[in-house]
């Protein structure tokens, strides 16, 4: 192995090492550690420059403390089981949005996809803030979808949409949206069309021949996209502060107010810590399904 | 097949509003002469005026951009790197690991990735501002670097850098001069998804920027959240614009700088 190698390889390794896996580390040493009035507000349980005896002491005093006070305060698993229920329904929200525009789009003229193509990357560029921020003032009381809906007659007080778990769910299918319809589109512009010609050739229905041809063979796509919109939509922060209100909790906005409010660390340390243990399992279901898909196209 | 059907026109329609309709309003809105956003009052750019003699967005603005700059250079390198090592490094120790750690940042929420890097720049006593704002987007951003440049690299056909190497050249002389132009636009569009990503981020430059630094997306939460507010429409709209002729202008180049590419390798081929 010679040097410039090494080097090239080197370079990328240490600063991941450092920046992503030892910080790692640290949140499950402090998560560890007790709360304590001071800066920083936790007092170190591992001492490492002690050496051995420090590595006994810390052995000796290890406790889960914390996630025993997780375990009993109903808030946190309130907040744990709310944010999955949220990212399962609005992942849900998505793909029935999401499904039919990728499938508008992949029945298209070839000439119009590009263009079609870049009208769905142009929001996801765009300032996901931005984007969140514009619903506010749809949504609220006085908002543009209220004053369109009492304008028509359709109701007469305005509705509360703001500050509710219907808010929520409309920021998340609006601010996830490409990421769902691009590997839907992708594995549907792929499609063979003469199966879907074979099926209705043997007697099948337009309508039997989509549901039996066309959604099995989209199914990698579909996986992608719904994982894709549930693993963000999971830990997600900025869409329920801005627009979901006291009452829509999520695991992401207590880890936020534990830490920045509260200045309580070792306890943002331990959400922080089941939070991933809770991604561990769709992020490795994920892995498989794009492992599964790259050998079917191989 | 391709016939044109109501039910593909309806949901392609309606998907279009559902993704346009907010930003059109959040655009025309900033034109509004009135500070209650959601009533029209008649045309004005007083919004934009008032913008540009806040002192705070545009310091904010600096801020964002400086980040935004360097961390999106320094993760364009290192993402190249780590491409070129997981196409083209062969084996070597902890190679598991390493994949590992590309592909873990993309799908870390953003508070883990933002509280683990501040608990690290603490524990080593870092002072926080700008520079600890740029390692953290750096981290991340040189993964999303890294995807797009591997896409490209997998598909780059080796032989003509083998070919610059048999023909005298030393390894880095063949990847400057054979491989980096052939991968330009990987690269290019790397740069570019890092550089948004940075300026988009609010929850780990939160994280890690400490009282000293604020960026445009910390200032636009802490004003959002008093609430809507006709100046942020402003903001926005001047955003939006911004990157609606970036991805335009980057699309048209890419798809130039593709076609070059990709007649050069075959015209390498057929000369061969």
Same mark, same amino acid.
């Given at each position: 192995m010679n040097f410039a190698r090494r080097t090239l390889i080197g370079i990328p390794y240490i600063w991941l090492l450092l920046l992503f896996l030892v910080p790692f580390g640290i949140i499950f040493k402090i998560s560890l550690s007790d709360y304590a009035v001071s800066i920083p507000p936790y007092t170190p349980t591992l001492d490492l420059a002690q050496g051995w005896a420090g590595l006994r002491d810390f052995l000796s005093q290890l406790d889960f403390e914390n996630y025993i006070w997780l375990s009993e305060d109903d808030l946190y698993w309130k907040a744990y089981l709310s944010s999955v229920k949220i990212a399962c329904i609005s992942t849900l929200l998505t793909l029935l949005v999401g499904f039919p525009v990728a499938y508008g789009m992949a029945k298209s003229a070839p000439e119009w996809r590009p263009m079609l193509m870049m009208l769905i990357i142009l929001p996801f560029w765009t300032s996901f803030l931005i984007r969140v921020y514009a619903w506010i003032g749809i949504l609220s009381n006085e908002g543009f979808l209220n004053q369109f809906l009492l304008w028509t007659g359709v109701i007469s007080d305005p509705l509360q949409i703001m500050n509710t778990s219907t808010a929520v769910y409309i920021g998340i299918v609006y601010t996830y949206l490409p990421f769902m319809i691009l590997p839907i589109y992708a594995t549907l512009e792929r499609l063979d069309g003469s199966l879907l010609e074979a099926a209705i050739d043997l007697g099948c229905s337009r309508t039997k021949a989509f549901w039996l041809v066309t959604v099995p063979l989209s199914r990698a796509g579909v996986i992608a996209g719904c994982f894709l919109v549930f693993i963000p939509a999971l830990g997600e922060i900025v869409i329920p502060s801005l627009l979901g209100g006291s009452g829509t909790l999520m695991i992401g906005k207590v880890l936020w107010e534990e830490f920045f409010s509260n200045r309580d660390w070792p306890v943002a340390s331990a959400v922080a810590i089941i939070l991933l243990l809770l991604l561990v399992v769709p992020i490795m279901l994920f892995q498989r399904n794009q492992e599964k898909a790259q050998e079917a196209e191989g | 097949m391709k016939q044109f059907s109501w039910f593909n026109a309806t949901a392609l329609t309606l998907g279009f509003a559902f993704l346009y309709i907010p930003m059109i309003i959040l655009v025309v809105f900033s034109f509004n002469?009135?500070?209650?956003?959601?009533?029209?009052?008649?045309?004005?750019?007083?919004?934009?005026?008032?913008?540009?003699?806040?002192?705070?967005?545009?310091?904010?603005?600096? *801020?964002?951009?400086?980040?935004?700059?360097?961390?999106?250079?320094?993760?364009?390198?290192?993402?190249?790197?780590?491409?070129? *090592?997981?196409?083209?490094?062969?084996?070597?120790?902890?190679?598991?690991?390493?994949?590992?750690?590309?592909?873990?940042?993309? *799908?870390?929420?953003?508070?883990?990735?933002?509280?683990?890097?501040?608990?690290?720049?603490?524990?080593?006593?870092?002072?926080?501002?700008?520079?600890?704002?740029?390692?953290?987007?750096?981290?991340?951003?040189?993964?999303?670097?890294?995807? *797009?440049?591997?896409?490209?690299?997998?598909?780059?056909?080796?032989?003509?850098?083998?070919?610059?190497?048999?023909?005298?050249?030393?390894?880095?002389?063949?990847?400057?001069?054979?491989?980096?132009?052939?991968?330009?636009?990987?690269?290019?569009?790397?740069?570019?998804?890092?550089?948004?990503?940075?300026?988009?981020?609010?929850?780990?430059?939160?994280?890690?920027?400490?009282?000293?630094?604020?960026?445009?997306?910390?200032?636009?939460?802490?004003?959002?959240?008093?609430?809507?507010?006709?100046?942020?429409?402003?903001?926005?709209?001047?955003?939006?614009?911004?990157?609606?002729?970036?991805?335009?202008?980057?699309?048209?180049?890419?798809?130039?700088?593709?076609?070059?590419?990709?007649?050069?390798?075959?015209?390498?081929?057929?000369?061969?």
């Open positions: - | 002469d009135n500070r209650l956003v959601t009533v029209w009052a008649g045309f004005s750019t007083r919004w934009y005026v008032e913008l540009f003699q806040d002192e705070a967005f545009l310091d904010a603005a600096w *801020v964002t951009l400086r980040v935004a700059f360097s961390s999106s250079t320094i993760a364009t390198v290192l993402g190249t790197m780590a491409a070129y *090592v997981m196409v083209n490094g062969g084996k070597f120790f902890g190679r598991t690991l390493f994949s590992g750690m590309i592909y873990a940042p993309l *799908v870390m929420p953003e508070v883990i990735t933002g509280l683990s890097l501040l608990l690290l720049f603490i524990a080593i006593g870092l002072d926080r501002g700008v520079i600890t704002i740029v390692l953290a987007h750096t981290t991340f951003a040189m993964c999303y670097v890294s995807v *797009v440049v591997s896409s490209r690299l997998v598909n780059f056909d080796r032989s003509l850098e083998e070919a610059a190497l048999d023909l005298g050249c030393t390894p880095f002389q063949a990847f400057k001069l054979v491989t980096l132009p052939l991968i330009a636009p990987a690269v290019i569009s790397g740069w570019l998804l890092a550089f948004t990503l940075s300026l988009d981020d609010l929850v780990i430059a939160s994280f890690t920027a400490g009282p000293s630094a604020t960026t445009l997306p910390m200032k636009i939460w802490s004003s959002v959240r008093l609430g809507v507010s006709p100046k942020i429409n402003a903001l926005s709209t001047i955003l939006i614009l911004l990157v609606t002729i970036g991805v335009i202008a980057a699309s048209i180049t890419s798809k130039r700088s593709i076609a070059r590419a990709l007649r050069d390798e075959q015209m390498a081929d057929q000369s061969a």
